[in-house]
Structures are given as structure tokens and as C-alpha cells.
């Protein structure tokens, strides 16, 4: 195991690794910008060393000063986080030049995966059920056209390079296909610096449901169970649990084994995400996350298994202490993005002075969070301040419990979306599962 390894991330994604370390017996060196200089998980780390001002491009997305800090502490293994550097394969490579070692994926697989048309022929080799549609890079309108016929509309245009909702369209039309094709061309160039763009058929109304995988550099690959994701908005998750309400053991072994079959084919290492769209009984292969995710929490209380363990103990070139057989789904696990934001003012970031703060707590609560009473919540990085995840035995125990941990959960100070969380619980569909991805636009959901 580890002696020490820095966290290149802030906030409660820092304290989260910093807390599986702590555990482990392994010391922990954080790494912040000039905003976060008095934030938890700066405080928490053994070491804290400040590695610029407080825009991310001079800090957090700064590889250079990140792996200088590495050098500095005699750090073995950077853990990413997720967003900043997570998915970036040149901070991957960077990390394997200067003889760290990057826990998540080889930087070949994390650069295979940021391409959805190269990700999609690897699932199609595989086997693995992807969207229907036609994988080739879109190159000029005539055979756009030719393509969208023959898939027919609707159809969704994509950037290849895109990622969290960036760089994608529906159209009805082929008038429509032409303009779709120049504005994410545009765009993907810009945000990605990739303008591939590519048609599939757009599925109405889907869900949204993604398998957590581990895999160990033995090539033992195993998943740990499914989550349900279909609540976001504008393409930001809010509300995830496991497992989705709709599952059923046979669908998840078929779409479990669907992403271990994924992840063995592009040669997978540690923990990772098979994202798939879920339509009238068939499931579609959508994207893998080469990331820790955000909600791995709902799949650790269902499991209990502590994921950030396992990845520690996979970078460190141990074996999985677990096969497939040993893994089991219990009760229902709810997990809801608290964020600094105003639900009245179309969520707008809303950064301040925590004055009063009291967390959850009691039976099946666990609050992951960064914040603490008289933190001041700085407006340079993403809104969320913390996850507030429950265990039920079942579903109705999870969303009961649920409901309770958002009356007791106090922020004051900062608005937060926690009425709006309070809002959607009490929705008769959510109880009932009815969940897609179009669940907030259908049911309007206004905060209290
Ligand atoms: N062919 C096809 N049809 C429907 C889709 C639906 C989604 C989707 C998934 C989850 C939430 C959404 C919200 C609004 C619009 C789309 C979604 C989707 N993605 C891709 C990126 C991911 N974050 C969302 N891709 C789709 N692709
Ligand atoms: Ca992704």
C-alpha cells in the first residue's frame, strides 16, 4: 500500500479520498488555490501546499505545479477526483512520465474513452448494444442526409469529444441536420478543440442508468451493481440512487455483464462508469467515465464496499479481494446533490458566508460534505457543497428517510436547493419510479 499520495481535487471529493487513506494507513498531501486556503479538506490533509490563484486554469487544472508538488512530498500516486484533471489523458501520461502512478485508467484508455465514435466501434466489437445509428465521423452534409434517412428522425447530432451534454442536438428535419451539424461543429471546436461530429437515432423518452465497474490489473473485472440517473438538469445530475427502480436481477447480470465485456475489451483498470440509455426494455451503450463518480456513494452504502479502497489497492497492483459471486445489491440507496444555488433564480450559484450550518445525521444517513459553519463558499469552482446520501431497506424506507434528512439538513447563509430536493421527494411520480431524463422539464418542478 501507499506510504502517501497527493489529491489533485477540493472540497468534499478531496476529503472523500482523504478519508479511505486515513483508514489505510496512508498520508495525505492536499493541494489548493488562494480561495480555498481555509477550506476543510486543505485542513484535513497531513500536508497543504498551495499551487496558485484561485482560477482553476491557475490551479486545480494546472498539471505542471500539481506533479511539482508530487516531486516535492515524495507523493507515490495522485487520485483525480472527478472533473478538474480526472478525465484528462495528457495529466495521465504526465503523471506515468514523472513515475507517478495516476489511480484511474492508463492514460490510452481515458484517451480512447473521450472519443465517443472510438468508444462506440469498441462496444460494437464487443458486443455490447450501443444506440442505434451510424458511427462514422460526419464529414460533409450530402452523406448526412443520406445517413439521417436511413437511421430516420429524430436523430441526435453529436460531438465526438463531447461530454456532460456539451456538443449535442436533436433535429426533426434535414434542414435542421445541416444547421445542427455547423453549431456543434462550432462548438466542439471551441470547448473540445475536436470538431468530429457524428448521427445517432435520438431516443425520446429514456432513462438513464449506468453500471459501476472495478477491475484490477490481473484482469479480474467485476461490477458492482447499477445506478439510476435520470434526474438532472440542463444535463447536471441531482438526484441518484441504487439500484434504479425499474431493475431486476436478470436485466442487471445482462447489463452488468454488458459493461465488464466493455471495460476487458478497451483493457480497463480500477474503477470506472458504463453509462447506458434505458428505452422500452432495451438498454443502449452510451459512454464510459474513466472517472470516480460523484454518486459512487449510493453504490458503496448498497454494497458496502468502499470503492476509493478498491482503487487505492488496484493502483497499488493488488488483486480484487472479491469475485462477481461475492458482490450483493441490499436495500436502496438515494443520493441528493446539495448545492449553493437559487432554485428562484433559475439556480444561479449563490457563494457567501456559511452563518449557520447543521448537517443530517442519525439511522442510514451520510452526509459527504466540504463545507462547515462560517465557511465561505467561493464562486470560482461548481456550485455543489456537499451529497447527502440515505440507506433504506427498500425504496420507501430510502425515500422516507430521505424526506427526513432534508428537514433536518440546515445551510444558512447561502441559498441551496435543498427545498427544491424537498419538492421532488413529495412528486407522486418519483415515489412511483416514473423517472426520465426529461422527469424536472415534465413535472415542473418549481421550488417550494
Ligand atoms: N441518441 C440519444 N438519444 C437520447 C439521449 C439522451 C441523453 C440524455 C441523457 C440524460 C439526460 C438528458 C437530458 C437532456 C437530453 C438528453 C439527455 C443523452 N446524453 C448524452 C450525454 C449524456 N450526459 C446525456 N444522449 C442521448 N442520445
Ligand atoms: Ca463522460
Same mark, same amino acid.
Given at each position: 500500500?501507499?506510504?502517501?499520495i497527493l489529491?489533485?481535487?477540493?472540497g468534499?471529493?478531496a476529503?472523500?479520498?482523504?478519508?479511505?487513506?486515513?483508514e489505510?494507513?496512508?498520508s495525505t498531501?492536499?493541494?489548493?488555490?488562494?480561495?480555498?486556503?481555509?477550506?476543510?479538506?486543505?485542513?484535513? @490533509?497531513?500536508?497543504?501546499y498551495?499551487i496558485?490563484?484561485?482560477?482553476?486554469?491557475?490551479?486545480?487544472?494546472?498539471?505542471?505545479s500539481?506533479?511539482?508538488?508530487?516531486?516535492?512530498?515524495?507523493?507515490?500516486a495522485?487520485?483525480p477526483g472527478?472533473?478538474?484533471?480526472?478525465e484528462?489523458?495528457?495529466?495521465?501520461s504526465?503523471?506515468?512520465?514523472?513515475?507517478?502512478i495516476?489511480?484511474?485508467p492508463?492514460?490510452?484508455?481515458?484517451?480512447?474513452?473521450?472519443?465517443?465514435?472510438?468508444?462506440?466501434?469498441?462496444?460494437?466489437?464487443?458486443?455490447v448494444p450501443?444506440?442505434p445509428?451510424?458511427?462514422?465521423?460526419?464529414?460533409?452534409?450530402?452523406?448526412?442526409?443520406e445517413?439521417?434517412?436511413s437511421?430516420?428522425?429524430p436523430?441526435?447530432v453529436?460531438?465526438?469529444?463531447?461530454?456532460?451534454?456539451?456538443?449535442?442536438?436533436v433535429v426533426?428535419?434535414?434542414?435542421?441536420?445541416?444547421?445542427a451539424?455547423?453549431s456543434?461543429?462550432?462548438?466542439a471546436?471551441s470547448?473540445?478543440g475536436?470538431s468530429?461530429?457524428?448521427i445517432?437515432?435520438?431516443?425520446?423518452?429514456?432513462?438513464?442508468?449506468?453500471?459501476?465497474?472495478?477491475?484490477?490489473s490481473?484482469?479480474?473485472?467485476?461490477?458492482?451493481g447499477?445506478?439510476e440517473?435520470?434526474?438532472?438538469?440542463?444535463?447536471?445530475?441531482?438526484?441518484e440512487?441504487a439500484?434504479?427502480?425499474?431493475m431486476?436481477?436478470?436485466?442487471?447480470?445482462?447489463?452488468?455483464e454488458?459493461?465488464?465485456?466493455?471495460?476487458?475489451?478497451?483493457?480497463?483498470?480500477?474503477?470506472?462508469?458504463?453509462?447506458?440509455?434505458?428505452?422500452?426494455?432495451?438498454?443502449?451503450?452510451?459512454?464510459?467515465?474513466?472517472?470516480?463518480?460523484?454518486e459512487?456513494?449510493?453504490?458503496?452504502?448498497?454494497?458496502?464496499?468502499?470503492?476509493?479502497?478498491?482503487?487505492l489497492?488496484?493502483a497499488?497492483?493488488?488483486?480484487?479481494?472479491?469475485?462477481q459471486?461475492?458482490i450483493e445489491i441490499?436495500?436502496?440507496?438515494?443520493?441528493?446533490?446539495i448545492? @449553493?444555488?437559487?432554485?428562484?433564480n433559475?439556480? @444561479?450559484?449563490?457563494?457567501?458566508?456559511?452563518?449557520?450550518y447543521r448537517s443530517a445525521?442519525?439511522?442510514?444517513?451520510?452526509v459527504?460534505?466540504?463545507?462547515?459553519m462560517?465557511?465561505?463558499?467561493?464562486?470560482?469552482?461548481?456550485?455543489?457543497?456537499?451529497?447527502?446520501?440515505?440507506?433504506?431497506?427498500?425504496?420507501?424506507?430510502?425515500?422516507?428517510?430521505?424526506?427526513?434528512?432534508?428537514?433536518?439538513?440546515v445551510?444558512?447563509?447561502?441559498?441551496?436547493?435543498?427545498?427544491?430536493?424537498?419538492?421532488?421527494?413529495?412528486?407522486d411520480?418519483?415515489?412511483?419510479?416514473?423517472l426520465?431524463t426529461?422527469?424536472?422539464?415534465?413535472h415542473?418542478v418549481?421550488?417550494a
Open positions: 500500500m501507499f506510504k502517501k489529491i489533485a481535487n477540493r468534499e471529493i476529503i472523500r479520498v482523504m478519508r479511505a487513506c486515513k489505510l494507513g496512508v498531501v492536499a493541494v489548493y488555490s488562494e480561495a480555498d486556503s481555509n477550506a476543510l479538506f486543505a485542513k484535513y @490533509a497531513d500536508e497543504a498551495c496558485g490563484p484561485p482560477p482553476s486554469s491557475r490551479s486545480y487544472l494546472n498539471i505542471d500539481i506533479i511539482d508538488v508530487a516531486r516535492k512530498t515524495g507523493a507515490e495522485i487520485h472527478y472533473g478538474f484533471l480526472s484528462n489523458a495528457k495529466f495521465a504526465a503523471c506515468e512520465k514523472a513515475g507517478i495516476f489511480i484511474g492508463s492514460s490510452e484508455v481515458i484517451e480512447k474513452m473521450g472519443s465517443k465514435i472510438t468508444a462506440r466501434s469498441a462496444m460494437i466489437e464487443a458486443g450501443v444506440v445509428g451510424d458511427g462514422r465521423a460526419i464529414e460533409d452534409d450530402a452523406t448526412a442526409i445517413i439521417g434517412e437511421i430516420g428522425y436523430l441526435m453529436k460531438a465526438s469529444a463531447g461530454g456532460g451534454g456539451i456538443g449535442m442536438k426533426y428535419t434535414p434542414e435542421e441536420l445541416t444547421r451539424l455547423s456543434i461543429r462550432n462548438v471546436a470547448t473540445f475536436d468530429t461530429v457524428f445517432e437515432k435520438y431516443l425520446e423518452e429514456p432513462r438513464h442508468i449506468e453500471i459501476q465497474i472495478l477491475a484490477d490481473q484482469g479480474n473485472c467485476l461490477y458492482l447499477d445506478r440517473c435520470s434526474i438532472q438538469r440542463r444535463h447536471q445530475k441531482l438526484i440512487e439500484p434504479s427502480p425499474i431486476t436481477p436478470e436485466l442487471r447480470r445482462d447489463m452488468g454488458a459493461a465488464v465485456k466493455a471495460a476487458k475489451k478497451i483493457g480497463y483498470v480500477n474503477a470506472g462508469t458504463v453509462e447506458f440509455l434505458y428505452s422500452k426494455g432495451d438498454y443502449y451503450f452510451l459512454e464510459v467515465n474513466t472517472r470516480l463518480q460523484v459512487h456513494g449510493v453504490t458503496e452504502l448498497v454494497t458496502g464496499i468502499d470503492i476509493v479502497k478498491q482503487q489497492r488496484v497499488c497492483g493488488e488483486k480484487l479481494p472479491f469475485t459471486d461475492d441490499r436495500g436502496s440507496a438515494i443520493e441528493c446533490r448545492n @449553493a444555488e437559487d432554485p428562484l433559475d439556480f @444561479a450559484p449563490s457563494p457567501g458566508k456559511i452563518r449557520r445525521g442519525g439511522p442510514g444517513v451520510r459527504d460534505s466540504g463545507v462547515h462560517g465557511y465561505v463558499i467561493p464562486p470560482f469552482y461548481d456550485s455543489m457543497i456537499s451529497k447527502l446520501c440515505v440507506w433504506g431497506s427498500d425504496r420507501e424506507e430510502a425515500i422516507a428517510r430521505m424526506k427526513r434528512a432534508l428537514y433536518e439538513y445551510v444558512v447563509g447561502v441559498k441551496t436547493n435543498i427545498p427544491f430536493h424537498r419538492t421532488v421527494l413529495s412528486i411520480a418519483f415515489a412511483k419510479g416514473d426520465t426529461h422527469f424536472i422539464d415534465d415542473d418549481l421550488s
